[in-house]
């Protein structure tokens, strides 16, 4: 090769350089927190794998400060002030007393949830459209949801009588309820008592019946606003989600454990009934 065009690729390939560097050099690490009543393994996968669709991965351009209520001495305002303390891009809350808690710990961070119960009614959110502040995310429907689910149980344990303490139990959506689901279904299977339940994992795990949202899609469904508030969105203009879709779930083998004949209508009307 000449001298002059040695030197001419020389120059071409030292000019790429700073690019190659550059390209090298790793993302800036996303810091969030995480503050719930109890690690919900499900519901954590499914907000990081919401994450590593949108190009977020834990461990790599991803960390996550996790804390949870259940065993701890601490209270929630505490578990949310440490986290605040650690100055995270956002804070995900699950739950109705983690998200209030983050409010109360900061006006800065942003707060998502992933979900939480009518943010209206708690005063987290001036509007669902426009929620004002610095907390936003995904909730779940409020008293219509209830009255519809309360119709379908009726129907479902009509004709039930016993003899003393209670015909039937609703369990309302909770995330520490969520947690102990296997003790609460086999509960109401002990003491043969016909339950109704939000969250269709109750009945995965043998649970009677349940009416509502899913929401393990809920939880992966708040990644994108992770992800719009990492790009520099506000919460206060990002509209808050409510759920579109709600799942009718109905474990046949605990109706038949319960002597209990479910309606052929009702059956019809099911998402999904477990055998």
Same mark, same amino acid.
């Given at each position: 090769?000449?001298?002059?065009d040695? =030197?001419? /690729?020389? %120059?071409?390939?030292? #000019? ?9 050099? &790793?993302?800036? @690490? +996303? ?23 949108l ?31 650690l100055?995270?891009?956002? =804070?995900? /809350?699950? %739950?109705?007393?983690? #998200? ?9 961070? &942003?707060v998502? @949830? +992933? ?6 009614r ?19 429907s ?8 309360m119709?379908?149980?009726?129907e479902a344990?009509?004709?039930?009588q ?15 309820f969520?947690?102990a ?10 003491h043969?008592? &016909? ?10 795990d043998?649970g ?15 990644a994108a ?51």
């Amino acid at each position: 090769m000449r001298r002059r065009d040695f =030197i001419s /690729v020389l %120059g071409g390939v030292a #000019a790429t350089w700073p690019l190659a560097a550059h390209a090298q050099q &790793p993302a800036r @690490m +996303a810091r969030l927190g995480y503050l719930a009543p109890a690690s919900i393994s499900h519901l954590i996968e499914a907000l990081r794998g919401g994450l590593r669709d949108l190009g977020y991965v834990e461990g790599q351009n991803l960390a996550i400060e996790y804390r949870f209520a259940l065993g701890q001495s601490k209270t929630y305002d505490e578990l949310a002030a440490e986290l605040v303390s650690l100055s995270p891009d956002a =804070i995900v /809350v699950v %739950g109705t007393p983690p #998200a209030l808690a983050a409010k109360r710990q900061t006006t800065s961070i &942003p707060v998502i @949830m +992933a979900p939480t119960a009518d943010p209206l009614r708690l005063g987290l959110a001036a509007s669902l459209a426009r929620p004002g502040g610095n907390v936003t995310g995904v909730s779940l429907s409020g008293s219509e949801l209830a009255r519809k689910r309360m119709e379908v149980f009726r129907e479902a344990v009509a004709g039930i009588q016993r003899k003393g303490g209670f015909d039937a139990l609703t369990v309302l959506s909770d995330a520490q309820f969520n947690s102990a689901r296997r003790q609460i279904s086999g509960l109401a299977a002990t003491h043969r008592l &016909p339950t109704m339940y939000e969250a269709r994992e109750f009945v995965e795990d043998g649970g009677l019946i349940s009416y509502g949202p899913n929401i393990t899609d809920l939880s992966l469904r708040a990644a994108a606003f992770v992800v719009k508030v990492l790009n520099g969105a506000k919460p206060a203009d990002l509209p808050i989600e409510q759920p579109t879709r709600f799942q009718l779930v109905i474990n046949l083998k605990t109706a038949k454990a319960l002597n209990l004949d479910v309606p052929p209508s009702l059956l019809a009307r099911a998402d999904e009934v477990i055998e």
